[in-house]
């Protein structure tokens, strides 16, 4: 069977989510069923993929989606824990007093808050942690996932301190056939990983400093009294030097530092530089900008979750509010990061199964890596001491967290084994390339030199499939590698643009717009999230791939 065949019947379970997700405004929790039992029945008569290894990608596939429902019950339960006991009524008073405009709270706390998160844990914890509290402080929850969504791209490539480019580049272009194209042309490995780092982050650098920008024009349009994208193109002075707060170090930090720190940095100093700049009013606009009454709300911006602030403790200081996220960003941070010997702590309490149903398949549980557990649900448990939290209270967060993770239970328990089973059909006895590569081959066959223009696309298809920029790199990287050799440009260019894409997909992947709506309660507008998030999707790439290919024309053969 042609590639172009293959690649027509591989793109049919996701032309199908789109379909009843985007154009019919299906739930995830219908949705990905009839799109799972779809893509089996392909992947049984079509590839012909043996059973066992069915079998086996669909149980590794459901313990991965077990992982990612830890991640949400641990951020409800940090949400309402927070909640019951006062701390978010304290948080909203600190942030209203740097600003009550809604487009510069959105910024400080998506774009620079949750990339900080991002390099720190990665894998949707920015969503599960900023969206709630975006909703604490007033946000429609609609709106709230929608805006963190976006804001947690740029940071991606570098999350889990560099695990997209460490690990999911590093680890896939570690073959005999790389290492000795490269020796041949005077690099050895760790040069080379470092520079797709920093390419990676010099090509991130234009959409990255216009992606606040672009985040608070989507709100405006979709969330303001005008629907305009006028007043969020208002605030595009505070916005680009907000971004320009982040990208800067961002940058500078992977040519110098290499590809672990960049995202981590980046957030950091830019928090420490865009607050007090604001609470100084440098190029924060005289207008404040405010959504709608909430009686004017539409119904689908509200979610299931109400966050009543706790006024028995109004005199919580802001200090004593903000010690839960505090330890979470130094519990992140010094667990993920390689060279202290906590990171080999929790690592070691893992548990790895055999090899699945005779394949070479098989998956892993480590409690402690999941950040729901440890820290998000360790905090929760700390909170009760800290703030002296009832029996009562904590019952109330923990039962209600436990109550609003069914329906994304049941999205994700679909959805990740679907995406699983697609990487896994190129075992096969007919040596058809798997569907994600058949896709990938058939768009190569077809752009060709407009390469780079495309190349950042198929790097958000990994993502939106698999939830992961990590994972995206994995499945593609050798693939782009590839392609690069055989159109004769820069191969650091060509992966690095795949792992800009992987990092840009993150903002429709279908697993984290899931995740992300079951913290604020949100049900049934998965595809309407999609739908929109595919708008700063698209110019991102877009403006992603066209420096990459002014790149490769500018440097020619002189980068590998």
Known sequence: MSTGILALFAITPIAIIFILMVGFRWPATRAMPLSFFLALVMVVFIWETPLNWIFASSLNG??????????????LTLLFTLRECGALAAIKRGFSAISPDRRIQAIIISWLFGSFIEASAGFGTPAALAAPLLLSLGFPALAAVMITLIANSTAVSFGAVGTPTVMGIGSTLKTPEVLASLSENGLDYNTFIHQIGSWSAILHAIPGI???????MMMTRFFGEKRSFKDGLDIWPYAIFSGLCFVVPYVLVAIFLGPEFPSILGGLLGLIILIPSTRAGFLVPKKIWEFPNKEKWEKNWNGSILVKENMEKTDLSLFKAWIPYILIGFLLVITRVRFLPFNDWIKSVKYVSPELFGTSISFDLDPLNIPGIMPFMLIALLCIPLFKMENKQVKIAWSEALKRIKGPFVALIFAVPLVRLMMQSGTNPNDYLSMPIAMAESMANVFQGAWPLIDPFVGALGSFMAGSNTVSNMLFSLFQYSIAD??????????????????LGNMICVHNVIAACATVGLIGVEGLLIKRNLIPMFFASIIAGVTGLIAILILKGSLF
Do not use: D, T, W
């Open 62 to 75: 459901a313990v991965i989606a077990l992982k990612i429902i830890f991640i949400v019950f641990g951020a």
């Open 210 to 216: 216009l992606m606040p920008l672009m985040m608070v």
């Open 486 to 503: 055989k159109l004769g440009v820069s191969h650091i260019i060509v992966v690095s643009l795949q792992n800009i894409g992987g990092a």
